[in-house]
């Protein structure tokens, strides 16, 4: 399985000076000490970045290794200048990875110039971005550097390592300011998706320490405000594809006895609609790794909510959805979130003791040797169940590391024989 890049850089030629410093920076950099250990980052550092100039110089296709290397990265900075809005390949890079991932990855940098002339045609489709700006008249280097960081990595390192308490102060932090500042711009499409990307990122850390009806009540702002914005452009992908994941991230909240839904929200409708909307745009874009992990988690959540684990339909299921996460990896799109719906899949399957599968059972392997090095709470979520379904006394141990860190199941526990 191929490594995946922490980020990709983006550049005009002109600016190459400016990619070259970046890319040192970023590579030096690590993460302060209460957010290093445990947050998925190599440590606490942030490598590799691909730079394309100089990653690519002995490759024999230009194209394809940048398609491969922008399908491969966590997050895209574009430098933007003067230069960078009048280059075709820096364009064309932006339009390549939002086809993949979602615009929320984007992060920008200013070093020359002023907004807007300086931001390329595919970023000006998504509204005005945020920006770190390196001009010496604004953030500078120093500054300039520590916000870009602040945006790629700080707010999930929290999560990753453990510390939920402070990933929902990140979280509620982000969503207070986002909504600001898209009540301020109410005409600028990219803020009011900014802000339901925060709302949904505070649901989910809220869902972590058991918080069930304010995971409902952001889940449910997130959709509206996406909903808003498809109702005045139906055809926009990337707004439906987060409309039908934060549907599959609401239902989940189902799976834990206290959830009371909102008015007007059905969960099997929900999910059953989340279902098929997202084999639709599968089809259209197979590659698209935020489409596979929505698919995987809402395969994983309807077996959790599936009554009668014999019946053929349960059985199907569960075997695409193998088969959905071995294609995966095979394509070394798995990130940790990625990871640990593919382990929970996992093991869901093993408890409805479907035939054998020797794939499977490798992927199963190496996920919960990672699991047990890890920090990463859903991750471990899946490694307790794994080790009780199996029988193994250790999974109490590892209820008590999520306990200490105030995680709370949507599930309830198995016991450790499994029942």
Same mark, same amino acid.
């Given at each position: 399985?191929?490594?995946?890049?922490?980020?990709?850089i983006?550049?005009?030629?002109?600016?190459?000076?400016?990619?070259?410093?970046?890319?040192?920076?970023?590579?030096?950099?690590?993460?302060?000490?209460?957010?290093?250990?445990?947050?998925?980052?190599?440590?606490?550092?942030?490598?590799?970045?691909?730079?394309?100039?100089?990653?690519?110089?002995?490759?024999?296709?230009?194209?394809?290794?940048?398609?491969?290397?922008?399908?491969?990265?966590?997050?895209?900075?574009v430098?933007?200048?003067?230069?960078?809005?009048k280059?075709?390949?820096?364009?064309?890079?932006?339009?390549?990875?939002?086809?993949?991932?979602?615009?929320?990855?984007?992060?920008?940098?200013?070093?020359?110039?002023?907004?807007?002339?300086?931001?390329?045609e595919?970023?000006?489709?998504?509204?005005?971005?945020?920006?770190?700006?390196?001009?010496?008249?604004?953030?500078?280097?120093?500054?300039?550097?520590?916000?870009?960081?602040?945006?790629?990595?700080l #707010?999930?390192?929290?999560?990753?390592? #453990?510390?939920?308490?402070?990933?929902?102060?990140?979280?509620?932090q982000?969503?207070?300011?986002?909504?600001?500042?898209?009540?301020e711009?109410?005409?600028?499409?990219?803020?009011?998706?900014?802000?339901?990307?925060?709302?949904?990122?505070?649901?989910?850390?809220?869902?972590?320490?058991?918080?069930?009806?304010?995971?409902?009540?952001?889940?449910?702002?997130?959709?509206?405000?996406?909903?808003?914005?498809?109702?005045?452009?139906?055809?926009?992908?990337?707004?439906?594809?987060?409309?039908?994941?934060?549907?599959?991230d609401?239902?989940?909240?189902?799976?834990?006895?206290?959830?009371?839904?909102?008015?007007?929200?059905?969960?099997?409708?929900?999910?059953?609609?989340?279902?098929?909307?997202?084999?639709?745009?599968?089809?259209?874009?197979?590659?698209?790794?935020?489409?596979?992990?929505?698919?995987l988690?809402?395969?994983?959540?309807?077996?959790?909510?599936?009554?009668?684990?014999?019946?053929?339909?349960?059985a199907?299921?569960?075997? #695409?959805?193998?088969?959905?996460?071995?294609?995966?990896?095979?394509?070394?799109?798995?990130?940790?979130?990625?990871?640990?719906?593919?382990y929970?899949l996992?093991?869901?399957?093993?408890?409805?003791?479907?035939?054998?599968?020797?794939?499977?059972?490798?992927?199963?392997?190496?996920?919960?040797?990672?699991?047990?090095?890890?920090?990463?709470?859903?991750?471990?979520?899946?490694?307790?169940?794994?080790?009780?379904?199996?029988?193994?006394?250790?999974?109490?141990?590892?209820?008590?590391?999520?306990?200490?860190?105030?995680?709370?199941?949507?599930?309830?526990?198995?016991?450790?024989?499994?029942?």
């Amino acid at each position: 399985m191929k490594n995946r890049y922490k980020a990709f850089i983006s550049y005009s030629h002109s600016d190459e000076t400016w990619a070259r410093w970046l890319h040192r920076k970023l590579e030096r950099y690590r993460l302060p000490r209460s957010v290093r250990h445990g947050a998925q980052v190599g440590g606490g550092e942030l490598r590799p970045i691909f730079r394309d100039r100089d990653e690519l110089a002995s490759s024999g296709n230009l194209d394809a290794a940048i398609l491969d290397a922008l399908q491969r990265s966590d997050a895209l900075i574009v430098i933007c200048s003067p230069a960078a809005a009048k280059s075709r390949w820096v364009n064309q890079e932006i339009l390549e990875f939002c086809r993949v991932q979602p615009a929320d990855r984007v992060f920008c940098c200013i070093v020359e110039g002023d907004p807007p002339g300086v931001f390329p045609e595919a970023l000006a489709v998504l509204g005005e971005p945020l920006a770190a700006d390196f001009r010496k008249t604004r953030d500078g280097r120093r500054d300039g550097l520590t916000k870009l960081v602040a945006g790629s990595w700080l #707010g999930t390192a929290s999560s990753r390592r #453990g510390d939920l308490a402070a990933a929902l102060d990140y979280q509620a932090q982000s969503r207070v300011a986002r909504e600001a500042l898209a009540s301020e711009h109410a005409d600028n499409l990219h803020l009011q998706l900014w802000k339901a990307v925060a709302q949904a990122n505070e649901a989910s850390a809220h869902a972590m320490l058991g918080r069930i009806a304010e995971a409902e009540t952001q889940y449910a702002l997130a959709q509206k405000t996406v909903q808003d914005l498809l109702d005045s452009d139906p055809g926009n992908q990337q707004w439906r594809r987060f409309l039908l994941s934060s549907t599959v991230d609401r239902t989940e909240l189902a799976l834990h006895p206290s959830y009371s839904p909102l008015a007007g929200f059905d969960v099997s409708t929900g999910l059953r609609k989340a279902i098929e909307g997202l084999i639709q745009l599968r089809e259209a874009e197979p590659m698209d790794r935020r489409v596979a992990l929505a698919l995987l988690k809402a395969y994983r959540i309807r077996l959790a909510l599936e009554r009668d684990h014999d019946r053929p339909e349960a059985a199907a299921l569960a075997s #695409g959805a193998r088969e959905l996460a071995a294609a995966q990896y095979e394509r070394g799109s798995v990130d940790p979130l990625m990871e640990s719906e593919i382990y929970q899949l996992l093991v869901l399957s093993q408890v409805r003791q479907l035939p054998g599968n020797p794939r499977r059972d490798k992927l199963a392997t190496d996920v919960r040797d990672r699991a047990r090095r890890s920090d990463f709470p859903r991750l471990l979520d899946a490694l307790a169940r794994d080790l009780a379904f199996s029988g193994n006394a250790d999974a109490e141990a590892i209820r008590a590391r999520l306990s200490s860190m105030g995680y709370q199941p949507l599930q309830p526990w198995p016991s450790t024989d499994g029942k």
